[in-house]
Each structure stands twice: as structure tokens, then as C-alpha cells.
């Protein structure tokens, strides 16, 4: 698959602390996405980017922080603010977000458990 | 608000047998319509969207404003096409192209 990239694949945590994780893409792609599943959900929209230096919250920012430093990176911080964090966490990338037919394209996940 | 509703969790089929799955949306606008799929130890990729009015892998969605829903459907269904399928339309704004997702259905192909 390659070209958009999450790590680590599992990650535990103890409640109350914040835990970062890793999406990395090389598509060039000017946008990025951080979403949540839930069984029975769906995704939902955490943050996004539509350029470097710059993103809005989506749905279910609380509890939760990036930054888009550079491009091709779109660190996901899940803080202790975070109520239910135990989640799978998909990172997405798109050409750009002005473009009304633009397909995302999805990382592999990272499942989060708090202990 | 906008809303996303796949009312079916579980659609379990026969190969060869037809297969629909249901999209209803609610938007103040019109928005652009995208089906993903998500197969099994696979990432989540776009299937189909409406505006290329394209058919894929035999399935195609049709759009019906009146009754604001994006049903998929395809005549034949495969064993290849057990997966979860999520419907997602976007509102195009000018602040930015957002993809809602539905809850999604799980699709089962027994042979």
C-alpha cells in the first residue's frame, strides 16, 4: 500500500496520560484527516488540515490536539481530556480540500487501549 | 445538522443473489456522494463516487434527490464483496471539502 503511513499499530496507555500518534504521508497531498471508528458508528471527524501551520476541529476535537508542522505530517495527541479514548484512530490524506470529487485515502489504523 | 444513515448494520446474501445497501442523507445543500469500502485486513479505499457516474468491481449508486439517498446496488454478488461499506457524502464549501460517514453495513457473501 504505501504512501500514507500510522504508527505504532497498537498502542496501550494508562489513563490519564496523553499519548501522540504518528500519520506520515508522501502523496504530496496538501490535506490530512484524523478520524475516529467506533463499532456501529462509523468515522467521525476529529481534526483536519488543509495546509502546513494551519487545521480546524471536526466533530470530536475534545480531548484531543495536532499540528501540522510539516506536509507530509499529522501528529494526533490524545490527551487525558479525552473521556473515552479507547478507539481506532485512522489517518487520512486528500489532494486537497477544495476539490469537490478529491478521494481520501486511509492509512492503516492504530488501535488505542487504555488500561 | 448533517446526517448519514445506513440503516442496515448486517446484510447477509447468497452469491449471485442481488445486493442493496441503503444511504439516506440529510444536507441543507447538495452535496457530492462517495461509497467506501473496507475489506477484510484491508485499508479503507474509496469504491465508487457519484459524480463520475462510473461503475465499479459491478456495483453503482443511484442518486435520488427527491428522496435524498444514494443506495448501492449490484445485481450479482460475489463472495469478494463480503466488507463493510460505508456511505459518505461531502458538503462542498468554501472553507473545505468535509467527508461525513455513515455508520456502515457489513455485507456477508455466503457461497
Known amino acids: 500500500d504505501g504512501g500514507i503511513t500510522q504508527s505504532p499499530k497498537y498502542l496501550f496507555r494508562k489513563e490519564g496520560q496523553n499519548v501522540t500518534l504518528s500519520c506520515e504521508q508522501n502523496?504530496?497531498?496538501?490535506?490530512m484527516y484524523w478520524y475516529r471508528q467506533d463499532p456501529g458508528q462509523g468515522l467521525r471527524l476529529i481534526y483536519y488540515?488543509?495546509?502546513?501551520?494551519?487545521?480546524q476541529k471536526g466533530d470530536i476535537a475534545e480531548g484531543y490536539s495536532v499540528s501540522r508542522e510539516k506536509k507530509e505530517s499529522f501528529p494526533l495527541t490524545v490527551t487525558s481530556a479525552q473521556k473515552n479514548p479507547t478507539a481506532f484512530y485512522l489517518c487520512?490524506?486528500?489532494?486537497?480540500?477544495?476539490?469537490?470529487?478529491?478521494?481520501?485515502?486511509f492509512g492503516p489504523g492504530t488501535r488505542l487501549t487504555v488500561l | 445538522a448533517q446526517r448519514v444513515t445506513q440503516p442496515e448494520k448486517l446484510l447477509s446474501v447468497f452469491k449471485g443473489a442481488p445486493v442493496e445497501l441503503k444511504c439516506n442523507y440529510s444536507?441543507?445543500?447538495?452535496?457530492?456522494l462517495f461509497w467506501y469500502v473496507q475489506y477484510s485486513r484491508q485499508r479503507l479505499q474509496l469504491l465508487l463516487r457519484h459524480i463520475s457516474r462510473e461503475s465499479i468491481k459491478g456495483f453503482t449508486a443511484d442518486l435520488n434527490k427527491g428522496e435524498t439517498s444514494f443506495h448501492l446496488k449490484k445485481p450479482f454478488a460475489q463472495e469478494e464483496d463480503s466488507a463493510m461499506y460505508y456511505c459518505a457524502p461531502a458538503l462542498i464549501k468554501a472553507a473545505g471539502n468535509k467527508l461525513t460517514f455513515g455508520g456502515g453495513t457489513r455485507v456477508l457473501v455466503k457461497p
Open positions: 444536507y441543507s445543500g447538495s452535496p457530492e
Open positions: 488540515s488543509q495546509i502546513v501551520n494551519d487545521f
Open positions: 502523496l504530496n497531498h496538501d490535506a
Open positions: 487520512a490524506s486528500s489532494i486537497d480540500l477544495r476539490t469537490s470529487n478529491n478521494e481520501q485515502f
